[in-house]
């Protein structure tokens, strides 16, 4: 029984030794102080701010095509007896170059069967006319009578139409002689070859398709809201001339290589598009199938697809930032000198891929920010990263 109270008491006491313990640390151990954690700042990157001047630039994009493009039509019935060496899809030809020849005999023998009928018609004129001389001496002698000389003198203008007459049909015969050659209206190229020699053809019938290769053209659609950065060269009823032809540069790839080309903006078309709210500039390139400085470059040949880098208006001041920078449609957030971010309302000029142009808000030398803030709030303190001057390759993709 000793043993069992022995065994009892000795954990008991235990126990009320470690409470007595943790009772008296608890009471001697000094206070601890709690506060909030500090906030933490936003970290921000930003560039300097750099107004310079600048040329602005629209883009656009079109295809190549034919200033004049036309069917070469036979004007006269017959057999094709000859084609030129050029007149091949894809083959130049040269203005007044003779494409097709028809056979011209047939032509040849009314020509001269026409000029006997107005040799003919002439002889009677001067016949008729002859007799009506001597008609017209008898009445003056009383001699003769009226009847006689009236006929006379409508004889006269019988024959006068007879021989106006047989003067058109040798106009016509000589016309239509003339007409089997056909030559080429301009310097072009062709573009599709539909006869051949030994081929007979009727008259109307489309021998080939040309298009004149002097200079070519790319229509380019333009948002409304970039006609404002350029001066584009409007048409007015007075026949006036645009005053401004835009310098415009064409680049596309070809052969997996980039080439360019330089143009003119020469018109507008004379509608906007209902649809889209574009207008159509026509730009224009001299020689588009020289070489060149370039002798690898290709021809600027028809169908091609370009774009198109149209020079504007030339502005004295411009802000060139990240797009990243713009907030919304038109504002920026400053970091003022105390480290506070401040929101501003900016012109925006014009919106770029990677870049966005400012025209006025943004002072010189001011810190705009280009991170992400989930919260943009006026005043609230940042921490800047980085505070960089706007690249020198921005102000370059405006000039």
Do not use: C
């Not at 409470?19 to 930003?46: C, D, N, Q, W, Y």
């Not at 730009?283 to 697809?305: I, K, S």
Request: charged share 25%.
């Amino acid at each position: 029984m000793k043993g069992f109270t022995s065994k009892v008491w000795l954990p008991l006491s235990v126990l009320a030794v470690g409470s007595l313990l943790g009772v008296g640390l608890i009471t001697v151990s000094p206070s601890v102080e709690t506060a909030a954690p500090a906030p933490r700042r936003p970290l921000v990157e930003t560039v300097e701010a750099s107004p310079e001047p600048a040329t602005l630039f629209i883009g656009a994009q079109g295809t190549v095509v034919p200033r004049t493009e036309s069917d070469l039509v036979a004007e006269v019935s017959g057999r094709i007896t000859s084609v030129s060496p050029g007149l091949a899809s894809g083959g130049f030809i040269e203005a007044g170059e003779v494409l097709v020849t028809i056979d011209p005999r047939d032509y040849e023998v009314a020509m001269r069967r026409a000029e006997a009928a107005l040799n003919r018609a002439d002889s009677e004129l001067d016949l008729a006319r002859s007799s009506l001389q001597r008609r017209e001496q008898l009445a003056e002698r009383g001699v003769g009578s009226n009847a006689a000389l009236d006929d006379a003198r409508n004889t006269v203008r019988v024959a006068q139409a007879a021989q106006a007459d047989a003067t058109a049909g040798l106009e016509q015969a000589r016309r239509d002689f003339g007409r089997t050659e056909i030559l080429a209206p301009f310097a072009g190229r062709v573009r599709e070859k539909r006869v051949d020699v030994g081929q007979f053809v009727s008259r109307g019938a489309s021998l080939a398709r040309v298009y004149a290769v002097d200079y070519a053209e790319v229509r380019l659609p333009i948002p409304d809201s970039d006609a404002a950065f350029v001066d584009l060269p409007i048409a007015y009823r007075d026949g006036s001339d645009p005053a401004s032809q835009p310098l415009v540069r064409l680049s596309t790839r070809f052969a997996g290589q980039e080439y360019q080309w330089e143009g003119r903006i020469v018109r507008t078309e004379g509608e906007i598009d209902a649809r889209t709210r574009m207008i159509h500039a026509v730009a224009r390139v001299e020689n588009p199938y020289a070489r060149g400085d370039d002798p690898n470059r290709p021809p600027l040949a028809v169908g091609m697809f370009v774009d198109a880098r149209i020079e504007g208006r030339r502005v004295e001041s411009v802000v060139s930032l990240p797009r990243a920078a713009l907030r919304g449609a038109s504002q920026v957030a400053i970091v003022d000198p105390e480290g506070r971010l401040r929101l501003r309302e900016v012109e925006v000029l014009q919106q770029q891929p990677e870049h966005v142009l400012i025209g006025s808000g943004v002072a010189p030398g001011e810190s705009v920010v280009t991170s992400p803030l989930p919260v943009s709030v006026e005043g609230m303190l940042v921490d800047v990263a980085e505070k960089t001057l706007a690249s020198r390759a921005i102000a370059d993709a405006i000039r």
